[in-house]
């Protein structure tokens, strides 16, 4: 009884305390909300993550940071929420494929720490080989290949040097990379 002869002597502590229910109602509405959007769409987001990994750990582990991200920056401004999540999943598991697996040193057997003369002119001529190879590539292959090889630039920084989308980047690199392994495969039979 003293609670509510508090809220009517002091109007401010009302209205405060309806902002708090207003807001601890939206609060349970969105988590109802986002809730519901993990059900409906976490099998897609396994999907898209597997399909790229082949792993149901990793692709696991890609659905949890699919949906931490659509938590953190919101869903509901997002007008194809299946498409958006699918394309979160699909750039996290690109990118957690690409990621180097830790290596044991001790499966290596290391070479000895000098290589020989014979071993420098072999890699030398291997180099000098690739380094043709890629002058050979038209422009439109080789440029977004060295970027990628040698500068380590990304996809997207690629892109928006050469004025060109990232999708095209990639594709562009996997072309070049096509292109000198067949070269190198039809070197060496010519060789054999």
């Known amino acids: 009884m003293t609670h509510d002869c508090n809220m009517a002597a002091n109007p401010a502590g009302f209205t405060s305390a309806r902002e708090s229910i207003r807001t601890l109602t939206r609060n349970a509405s969105q988590s109802a909300d986002f809730e519901s959007c993990v059900r409906q769409h976490a099998r897609l987001v396994f999907k898209v993550a597997y399909g790229v990994l082949r792993n ?24 194809d929420l299946p498409s958006w999540l699918a394309t979160v999943a ?33 890699r030398s001529q291997q180099v000098e080989r690739l380094q043709r190879l890629i002058a050979s590539l038209p422009e439109d292959l080789r440029y977004p290949l060295v970027l990628s090889a040698l500068e380590e630039l990304t996809s997207r920084q690629i892109g928006e040097m050469l004025g060109i989308a990232e999708s095209s980047v990639r594709g ?9 392994r067949e070269k190198l495969a039809a070197r060496s039979e010519t060789t054999l």
Do not use: C, W
Request: hydrophobic content about 40%; aromatic content about 6%.
């Open 56 to 79: 149901s750990h990793d692709a696991e582990d890609v659905v949890q940071e699919t949906f931490l991200r659509a938590h953190r920056s919101g869903i509901d401004s997002v007008r």
């Open 90 to 122: 699909f750039r996290l598991a690109i990118d957690r494929k690409r990621k180097p697996e830790g290596l044991d040193i001790a499966d290596f057997n290391l070479a000895a720490p000098e290589p020989g003369a014979e071993y420098m002119a072999i």
């Open 172 to 180: 562009r690199i996997m072309r070049a990379r096509q292109i000198l």
